[in-house]
C-alpha cells in the first residue's frame, strides 16, 4: 500500500512550495488509496514553535488536505533516534566525536587557507583508546557521527531520473548532536522507516540529503523507500520564489480573498497538468486524473496574476452557496454578516450578481456593503466623470418615475427610465451612469436594473434622496 508523509518543520509559515509539497503527496495518496501521514519536524527546539506547528495544521484544513496519520512530533520521539544512533555505534557504523564547533571551524579555516576543500576529516575516527577514555572521563559532550562507507551512491528519482553521487564527496555527517537531538537526517530515515513510508516526495532542494538518507538505510539493512523531488518553483523572474516576489505565506492568499479551491488548483498544476482544456477543477477531478510520472523536470513559474485570474473566475463560476463559508470572516469585517443572515434569500440574490466582478473575497465583501448599507463614500473619479450637465435635474425626474412605479423589477424600471430619457431627449446612459453614483457611490456595477431590483424601491429612492442631498448642484 501506498504511505506517503508530509514532513514540516514548523520554524516559520507554510509556504507555498511546502503546500505544494503537500499537496502533491495528498494526491498522490488519495489517487492510490493509500496514507497521508503529517509529521511534525519540530527537532531545531530553537527555531521551532507551537504556533508554527498550529499554523500548519490551520493551512493544510484550509486546503483540505487530511491526513489519515500522525500529526507525528519528533520532538517526542527523541529516545527512539538516540536508541537508533545507538545501535550504528554498536555495529561500528558510526563513532562518537567529541570535536567542538570551534575545533571543526578552525581546522576547516585552514584547509581553506590551504586552498584545500573541507569535510570532515575523521580526527575522532581514529582516537586513541587512552584519549576515548580521557574524554570521557572528563564528561565532554560528544555527537554521533556515521561512516560514510567507500563507494557510490545511486538511486532513481521519480521526477528527475538517475541519480549518482561519488560517497567521496559525502562527509561524515552528524546523527546524534551532543545535547541528544537528532540531525535531520537521522530522524527522517528513522520515521520514514517505522511509519512504513513508500514514497517520499519533496521539493528538490532535498536532493543532495538523499544519498546521505540511502546510505543510512543500507547502514541500518532497511530498503529505502522511492523518492521524487519536486522542481523548485520560481518567481516571474524566473529566480527561487521568495518574499521579494511578494507574499508567499499560503495564509496569506487565504486572508487576502482567495478561494481554497483556487489555490489547490493553481498549486496542483505547480508542475503538473491535468491535460484538459477547463478552467479548473473539482477536488475529485484532479485526483483522479493525478499522474506522478507526468510531473515536469522544468522549474515552474509562480504567476501570480494567475493565480488572481483563476481565483476571479472560481468566484464568478461558483454558486454563493459554495464560497459563503470562506466569505464568512470577511463579511464579518465588513459589519454585515448578521444583516445578510436575517434575510439570506436576499443574500444570495445579491451577492450572486456582485461576485461577476470581484476578484477576491475582500472586494466582494466590501462591494457587497454597499448594498447593505447607505453610508459610502461617493467615488471621486465617478463624481468628476458623470455627476455633471445637468444631471441633478433628471434624476428629480426619474425619482418621481420611480415613485409611482408599483411594480419595482429589473424589467419594470428599465422600461420607466428609457421612457423617461427620451422624453427628455436623452441617451438612457446619461441618467444611468449618475444613477448609479447616486445608488452605490461607484462607476462600475453589475447592470444597473439588476442592482434596482436587488435594491428595492424603497431602498432605491431613499439613495437617490441621499445623492440628491449631498451631491453638488450641477
Ligand atoms: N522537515 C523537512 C523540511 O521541512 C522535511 C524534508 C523531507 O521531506 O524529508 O524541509
Known sequence: MVKVRFAPSPTGHLHVGGARTALFNWLFARKNDGKFVLRIEDTDVERSSKEMSFEILNALNWLKLDWDEGPVYQSRRLRIYQRMAERLIKEGKAYY????????????????????????????????????????????????????????????????????????EIEDFVLLKSDGYPTYHLSVVVDDHLLGITHVIRGADHIANTPKQILLYKAFGWNPPLFAHLPLILGPDRKKLSKRHGETSLLAFRDRGYLSLAMFNFLAQLSWSPGEDKEFYEINELVERFDLNKVRHSNPVFDFEK?????????????????????????????????????????????????????????????????VRRDFNY????????????????????????????????????????????????????????????????????????????????????????????????
Request: proline share 3%; aromatic share 6%.
Open 97 to 168: 566525536c567529541y570535536c567542538t564547533r570551534e575545533d571543526i571551524e578552525e581546522r576547516k579555516k585552514r584547509a581553506e587557507e590551504q586552498g584545500k576543500s573541507w569535510k570532515y576529516d575523521r580526527r575522532c575516527l581514529n582516537l586513541k583508546e587512552d584519549e576515548i577514555e580521557r574524554f570521557k572521563k572528563e564528561g565532554r559532550p560528544r555527537a554521533v557521527r556515521f561512516i560514510i562507507p567507500e563507494g557510490k551512491t545511486e538511486f532513481h528519482d521519480l521526477v528527475l531520473g538517475d541519480i549518482s553521487v561519488d560517497n567521496e
Open 307 to 371: 493565480l488572481s485570474w483563476l481565483n476571479a473566475r472560481m468566484i464568478s463560476r461558483l454558486p454563493v452557496e459554495r464560497i459563503w463559508d470562506e466569505l464568512v470572516p470577511f463579511l464579518q469585517k465588513e459589519g454585515i454578516l448578521e444583516d445578510l443572515e436575517k434575510n439570506m434569500d436576499w443574500a444570495i440574490k445579491m451577492l450572486s450578481i456582485v461576485k461577476e466582478r470581484t476578484r477576491n473575497l475582500v472586494e466582494l465583501a466590501s462591494t457587497a456593503r454597499r448594498y
Open 379 to 474: 467615488n471621486e473619479d465617478a463624481i468628476r466623470k458623470y455627476w455633471k450637465d445637468g444631471v441633478k435635474e433628471g434624476l428629480k425626474r426619474l425619482k418621481s418615475v420611480f415613485e409611482k412605479l408599483e411594480v419595482f423589477d429589473a424589467s419594470t424600471t428599465e422600461k420607466a427610465l428609457r421612457e423617461l430619457a427620451e422624453e427628455l431627449g436623452l441617451k438612457a446612459a446619461r441618467l444611468i451612469h449618475p444613477l448609479r453614483i447616486a445608488l452605490l457611490g461607484e462607476r462600475v456595477s453589475p447592470g444597473i436594473f439588476d442592482v434596482l431590483e436587488i435594491l428595492g424601491k424603497e431602498e432605491t429612492l431613499a439613495r437617490m434622496e441621499r445623492a440628491l442631498k449631498e451631491l453638488p448642484d450641477v
